[in-house]
T-cell receptor, first 112, second 114 residues
Framework: GESVGLHLPTLSVQEGDNSIINCAYS??????FIWYKQESGKGPQFIID?????DKRQGQRVTVLLNKTVKHLSLQIAATQPGDSAVYFC???????????FGTGTKLQVIP | DAGVIQSPRHEVTEMGQEVTLRCKPI?????LFWYRQTMMRGLELLIY????????DSGMPEDRFSAKMPNASFSTLKIQPSEPRDSAVYFC????????????FGQGTRLTVV
């Protein structure tokens, strides 16, 4: 999995703009890649997942892209809103759906 | 449904004391997970259960940690004896079925060991 540091990378985005949050993963054998959102003082909340044999999946205002060649995952949020401010975690599961390993997280700040 | 319910929300205890964290999963969910979150190590999976049976406890840091799930609606995570380095937020999550990656997290228990 990814290493964890003391400081979360931060992405600042103007309200209404699109956000792109990136994640590098290490396990080529992962079956699923997942994005979670964590607001301050709350538990993580599932956003969207993508199976390893896909390269793109769309949800409501969100799109996840998977590039297995460079082991890169991204989450795109369209028309970012103040309520999108949170820490976003990429995660991966392997050897079954439920053993999920979380990455470091990226803090998204939406500027009104 | 009220979601995953954890108690207590906050716990402050002295080093050496036993700590018990509690979790009530969402009714009908048959998978339950315990995670620990710290600034240094992020979110770590400690253990998970399927149908009340522990499946993988490889994330449990050491023998001081133990988890039980006596029935489908209740689980505990116990630390005995507690140490300052156990200070963290502990999350419980549940999932409705195998074949899904979506887990529903509780609000967490913030544990401080002094």
């Amino acid at each position: 999995g990814e290493s964890v540091g003391l400081h979360l990378p931060t992405l600042s985005v103007q309200e209404g703009d699109n956000s792109i949050i990136n994640c590098a993963y290490s396990n080529s054998a992962s079956d699923y890649f997942i994005w979670y959102k964590q607001e301050s003082g709350k538990g993580p909340q599932f956003i969207i997942d993508i199976r390893s044999n896909m390269d793109k999946r769309q949800g409501q205002r969100v799109t996840v892209l998977l590039n297995k060649t460079v082991k890169h995952l991204s989450l795109q949020i369209a028309a970012t809103q103040p309520g999108d401010s949170a820490v976003y975690f990429c995660a991966e599961s392997s050897g079954g759906y439920q053993k999920v390993t979380f990455g470091t997280g990226t803090k998204l700040q939406v500027i009104p | 449904d009220a979601g995953v319910i954890q108690s207590p929300r906050h716990e402050v205890t002295e080093m050496g004391q036993e700590v018990t964290l509690r979790c009530k999963p969402i009714s009908g969910h048959n998978s339950l997970f315990w995670y620990r979150q710290t600034m240094m190590r992020g979110l770590e999976l400690l253990i998970y259960f399927n149908n009340n049976v522990p499946i993988d406890d490889s994330g449990m840091p050491e023998d001081r940690f133990s988890a039980k799930m006596p029935n489908a609606s209740f689980s505990t995570l116990k630390i005995q004896p507690s140490e300052p380095r156990d200070s963290a937020v502990y999350f419980c999550a549940s999932s409705p079925q195998t074949g899904t990656t979506e887990a529903f997290f509780g609000q967490g228990t913030r544990l401080t060991v002094v």
